[in-house]
């Protein structure tokens, strides 16, 4: 039987990639899962929420089969500026589309939708997704 990634499993190397990526900017940023987001918000930084998406795996025979799969979400809050906000989803951009991530098998990740970057109560973000299968 076929071990299949959990969202624990999808959502480490998620934000190990981001992570990487947005360190290489000249002011390194953070990417938080939405469960970890410190108490005391920084002024930039990225939400990143995982989930199982339809067209998953189905079940034949008391065996799985076909596979699962997987939506990430990515907000990118700014206090400062969009261009900021912007910069972190080319991070983003930059460490997902089209990779396969190191820790879990997956088809390259591709972008699905977007949310325009603008104001938001004082500050700025906007809403990426992108998907994969495993």
Known sequence: MTTLATES???????AAVNASLATL????????????PSVRPSEYVEVGVTRRFGGQQRVGGAWI???????????VSQSSM??????RER?????????????????????????IGPDDGWFSGLDSYTTTT
């Open 9 to 15: 499993d999808v959502a480490v190397a998620v934000l």
């Open 92 to 116: 983003v951009r930059a460490a997902l589309e089209f990779v396969e991530l190191d820790g879990v098998d997956s088809t390259p990740w591709q972008f699905e939708t977007a949310e325009d």
């Open 83 to 88: 261009t900021n906000a912007r910069l972190m």
């Open 66 to 76: 076909g596979t699962v799969a997987w939506r990430a979400t990515f907000r990118y």
């Open 26 to 37: 000249a002011t390194s940023r953070t990417a938080y899962s939405v469960d970890k987001l």
